[in-house]
């Protein structure tokens, strides 16, 4: 979420997560209680909070999981790392996957469970330690990454991914990342459209920072989001909502697009879309002008008059 532009991010981190996570966990005889909003958005921390919202909003997509169409930073890394694993240890009990993952340097092991061979099943698993990992384009891994396939349909399938001191970095930009939690994006194929869904269960943490700029970012519990891509005019359209927290901007707000963020595979930031933050106290509303501007309109009193306005650089913001 921070920083670097989000096309750099698909590389470190094809996402943040965001998009497509279902965050595993919980438990308990009875509903939980909705997270409570806390933060105050004002004209102090707006750039904060419209960061942290774009970067969980921007971030899983279709692309970041599929590996076409737009992507976001965290999670979708950790999705990419998680199919190129399966396809690696598919029918393996054990093996060195180094030079399938880790072209750069490094090393990674994996283990794979074949429930019902040959084919894939549910109940297929993989589990990758990565050490120093390379991929190649300067993306280096280090952590356990666990997959298991949950859900598979003629045209649709869904995985349970989990992570142990799971972390990324970007040897050319500085960027760095930890997460920490389990999810479980779903993928739905259909002629011309590719549909993927999140929503969190419990929470998913994402610890970012490049030079001075740094977020601890959670989707908290009833997040969710949608991203569909369409293969003819190769274009990512995602929507988001739902409690989201952010250190940097001073705690939790609600977050939703009123309007979905549409960006192209050939952009690096989405060229139009709207996003809503809603605290304790004042709203934040970020309209995307172009692929290269927002305006942020802040409504301090939350009494539906934004007084302020400010356009700002997509790459102020990620």
Not at 166 to 171: A, I, K, N
Not at 223 to 230: G, H, N, V
Request: net charge negative; hydrophobic share 40%; glycine share 12%.
């Amino acid at each position: 979420m921070i920083r670097p532009p989000l096309s750099k991010f698909r590389t470190a981190g094809a996402a943040v997560l965001a998009v497509l996570l279902a965050a595993c966990g919980g438990g308990g005889d009875g509903p939980l209680p909705a997270p409570e909003i806390t933060v105050n958005i004002n004209l102090q921390n707006q750039q904060q909070v419209a960061r942290a919202s774009f970067g969980s909003s921007v971030s899983g997509a279709v692309g970041g999981f599929t590996g076409a169409g737009s992507g976001g930073a965290v999670s979708p890394l950790v999705v990419k790392r998680a199919q190129s694993a399966a396809l690696a240890t598919r029918k393996r009990i054990a093996e060195d996957v180094s030079a399938e993952l880790c072209p750069g340097g490094g090393a990674a092991d994996a283990t794979a469970t074949d429930t019902a061979p040959p084919g894939e099943s549910v109940g297929d698993s993989a589990q990758v330690t990565f050490i120093n990992c390379d991929d190649g384009a300067g993306t280096v891994a280090s952590g356990v990454l666990r997959l298991t396939i949950s859900s598979l349909g003629s045209s649709s399938i869904g995985f349970a991914i989990s992570t142990s001191n799971f972390s990324v970095r970007d040897t050319a930009t500085g960027y760095t990342a930890s997460l920490d939690g389990s999810f479980g994006p779903s993928l739905q194929v259909s002629p011309g459209v590719i549909t993927s869904r999140l929503s969190v269960a419990n929470e998913l943490v994402l610890d970012a920072s490049v030079g001075a700029i740094s977020d601890t970012v959670s989707l908290l519990r009833g997040y969710a989001t949608e991203a569909t891509y369409t293969v003819s005019d190769a274009t990512t359209r995602a929507v988001a909502a739902g409690p989201v927290d952010s250190v940097a901007s001073g705690g939790t707000f609600d977050l939703s697009t009123p309007q979905a963020l549409v960006q192209t595979d050939n952009e690096a930031y989405p060229h139009a879309g709207q996003i809503l933050a809603v605290g304790k106290t004042g709203k934040l509303r970020a309209t995307v002008l172009s692929n290269t501007q927002v305006r942020l309109e802040v409504d301090e009193d939350g009494n539906g008059t934004y007084e302020r306005n400010t356009v700002v650089n997509w790459t102020d913001l990620l």
